[in-house]
T-cell receptor, first 113, second 116 residues
């Protein structure tokens, strides 16, 4: 089955720096979503970008989508220690089982104060 | 705000026990999901329900069953718990968008189940 693959698996930066995480996927999608998970907790939805959109912003988050390359990136600007978490991309397939999201394995972001 | 609650944060059971994990959402969502999350394997879908009494198998349904008697409540059942079912279990809900597009999912806090 299709799966989003995040890159890198782990990222460590200093507070105030920008963090970029990438996601690649294999088949056609309706939308791509990014979620955050703090250690030992549930996932929290961050942003959804549709297949006909190329860029989307939400506060300090910027998401891009390149459907020709089947890839997306999540940029967190001016990072804070509170941004330390795992970040997952999830793809909503076009056709087939269209209720499902397929999650990647995540990028663990550590923001050092 | 959508709220999804799970009956326990931590649970310890013995091999062979029947285990019930319950999930309740308060936003009248049609869709509800059960996932398990394991290190290195990410989130894997166990079962999905799009309406009361309706269910579909996900990617790893073996050893699990589900029950949805009311719209707001979705239960995951381990008929005979085994050690390989030790995991973090996450429940989620979402709106039904006509079956065309998977919408945003709202997650509960998770239940960390240990089977001894």
């Amino acid at each position: 089955s299709q799966q989003g693959e995040e890159d890198p698996q782990a990222l460590s930066i200093q507070e105030g720096e920008n963090a970029t995480m990438n996601c690649s996927y294999k088949t056609s999608i309706n939308n791509l979503q990014w979620y955050r998970q703090n250690s030992g907790r549930g996932l929290v939805h961050l942003i959804l970008i549709r297949s006909n959109e190329r860029e989307k912003h939400s506060g300090r988050l910027r998401v891009t989508l390149d459907t020709s390359k089947k890839s997306s990136s999540l940029l967190i600007t001016a990072s804070r220690a509170a941004d330390t978490a795992s970040y997952f991309c999830a793809t909503a397939n076009s056709g087939g089982s269209n209720y499902k999201l397929t999650f990647g394995k995540g990028t663990l972001l550590t923001v050092n104060p | 705000d959508v709220k999804v609650t799970q009956s326990s944060r931590y649970l310890v059971k013995r091999t062979g026990e029947k285990v019930f994990l319950e999930c309740v959402q308060d936003m009248d969502h049609e869709n509800m999901f059960w996932y398990r999350q394991d290190p290195g394997l990410g989130l894997r879908l166990i079962y999905f329900s799009y309406d009361v009494k309706m269910k579909e198998k996900g990617d790893i349904p073996e050893g699990y069953s589900v029950s949805r008697e009311k719209k707001e409540r979705f239960s995951l059942i381990l008929e005979s718990a085994s050690t390989n079912q030790t995991s973090m279990y996450l429940c989620a809900s979402s709106l039904w968008t006509g079956g065309t597009v998977a919408d945003t999912q709202y997650f509960g806090p998770g239940t960390r189940l240990t089977v001894l």
